[in-house]
């Protein structure tokens, strides 16, 4: 009962593809793979190189902007302190308020005829 395939060479014969390279053209083709892998592997390095650097660049830049930054914010609080607030409201000849005095409005209408 023991069920066994076994299977004829002469059968798969025909349905093995049969190509026949020459030895000429599998070493061009291997040589142009290779060259093709060769300039693809100098492109990247390339494109990666200039990516660090332009990445250095943007580093380089965005110190740069966060230092100015933190000067602007400095300058700001002190050009907005009260006392520069004083010399300015001098400089424009305003004038301290003494006593303030507000307007009556007999009744409980806003508006009249």
Known sequence: MNNI??????????????????????WLLGFALIAFLL?????????ITKASFLIATQEKQLAQFSQESQSLETNFSHLNSLTNL???????????????????????TV???
């Open 86 to 108: 004083e010399t300015l409201l001098n400089s424009l000849n305003y004038v301290k308020v003494g006593q303030v005095y507000y307007i009556r409005v007999p009744g409980t």
């Open 39 to 47: 300039v693809f592997y100098i492109f990247q390095i390339n494109e």
């Open 5 to 26: 395939l076994t299977l004829n060479p002469s059968i798969l014969r025909p349905l093995a593809i049969r190509w026949r390279f020459s030895l000429k053209a599998l």
């Open 111 to 113: 508006v009249a005829k």
